[in-house]
């Protein structure tokens, strides 16, 4: 009995010891967004081929990434507020804010509908949207009924509607000023664009941000790890700082999609260093 | 007969329109370091648990990495000279170079030997390795003999030897100069130094770079991404700059070892970024 105590005191005594070690120790660092005021998150739509919530979720630990923008095939628009809540729980539980949804498009007023119906009921306050040119001011209609901003899609020269930032932007700077875009740096270049200087000119509409990098500024450049295209990313991020964007950097990863965890943690780690390499000290 | 002909016309006529286009499409740009004088490689010891050259080449291969310290996991002392060309044949294949053996511990005259043989036989002019510090005239001899560059390895404060880089410093500096060290910036940081400083000070002797980060620089602190510990790598990489180091800055990726394709990826991508972001253009 004795022998018996001294070995349990003996249990107790490493236990406690190792714990106290491990107390010690220092931990990560804060990811460096952290001192920023816009923050890095995951495009749902980069997870479109894994289409597993617990595959993204665990990609997205790995990373230290902490938003993301929910695509219906995450959590369908038909799912109850059961569904709802228990897809809010298993995302809370991974330390994952779902900060908006889409993108969605928007064909009819039914869709619309629709969407600003789902987005309330997901509880958030951003959309991100595909809306016909026609149903713009049935949008903003919508928005003035629901408070919520708008965020517009752009996608670059593969389709027809809203190509680049300056579309967006004409077709919706004459209406409630909650309806601008979701900025695609891909997309954007693709078309054309410089999308270091469509931040600065558009940022007051600028409510969601797409960050990928792609090899090329026509339809035929393709997306890509960051750091490996052609897009200015030290430039980018010193424009972020520069307007004040307060969003969401969301990674879109477009490459290798049925892969995809190497392309992503290579992307968030190239932006992270970008970041913390522009910082003023 | 002729609709076959037609046919087969088409397919032709569809197959060379493809192959324009796939070859008017733009590349991947060049990585970022390839404008600067040193290299990005992987230290082999990152895949120890892994113990397979395939994989280990496919993960350099996805990350774009090319050179490689070779451990002898990957290509055993006693390889015969066929084996040691088919090892060099199956790297060539995936674009990546050996360009050193090691880390080797050295205890004795025969392990010394045996170590700048097999360093012959393998083709590479450098050898990283940790001997004991009574053998260090016995290395100086052999650096002589040989003409190869000798970077011992330091390992902060877990083991007596070459704990960090002043402690090589002050053993190497009155031997041959072509014996150097290793600078391992993270159990530099372990054991309580600046590794930025200890390159500045120490560059003269510096043939090989082990990258990481740790969490904190005391024994306590611990290997992980970069980018989420304690080390400056803005400053770090303005150093290799400044003092013109020319050799490899070599991944040592010591987390989550039987899978760490995510924490390389993020590693390289960070430390990619942070040189791009400090280039002055």
């Known amino acids: 009995m004795r022998r018996l105590s001294f070995f349990l005191l003996f249990v107790l005594l490493v236990v406690t010891s190792v714990k106290a070690q491990e107390q010690q120790r220092p931990g990560q660092q804060p990811a460096p967004e952290t001192g920023e005021k816009f923050k890095i998150g995951m495009a749902g739509y980069s997870f479109v081929k894994l289409n597993d919530l617990d595959k993204s979720l665990a990609t997205m630990q790995r990373v230290d990434v902490h ?4 695509k219906d095939f995450h959590l369908p628009f038909k799912s109850t507020d059961a569904e709802i809540a228990a897809f809010h729980a298993k995302l809370k539980e991974k330390g994952v804010t779902g900060y908006a ?15 600003f119906e789902y987005a309330k009921r997901v509880g958030v306050k951003l959309i991100v949207g595909v809306p016909n040119y026609e149903l713009l001011p049935y949008v903003d209609k919508k928005v003035k009924e629901y408070g919520f901003n708008y965020a ?5 020269p593969d389709i027809k509607l809203y190509p680049d930032a300056e579309d967006v932007w004409n077709n919706v700077k004459d209406l409630d000023p909650r309806i601008g875009m979701c900025l695609d740096i891909g997309h954007d270049t693709r078309n054309g664009k410089d999308p ?14 797409h960050i990928k990098d792609v090899t090329g500024n026509t339809k035929l450049g393709y997306s890509l790890e960051i750091g490996r295209g ?31 965890f190497m392309g992503i943690a290579e992307s968030i780690g190239y932006f992270r260093g970008v970041i913390e390499a522009t910082k003023k000290k």
């Open 230 to 260: 052609v897009i200015d990313f030290p430039a980018f991020v010193k424009m972020l700082r520069k307007v004040g964007y307060t969003g969401v950097c969301s990674l879109e990863h477009e490459k290798d999609m049925a892969d995809p």
């Open 67 to 70: 938003y993301l923008c929910i």
């Open 152 to 156: 517009i899609h752009l996608h670059g």
């Open 196 to 209: 270091v200087a469509d931040l600065k000119k558009y940022h007051t509409r600028v409510f969601d941000v």
């Open 101 to 115: 949804v889409g993108p969605i498009y928007m064909k009819t007023e039914a869709d619309i509908d629709n969407a």
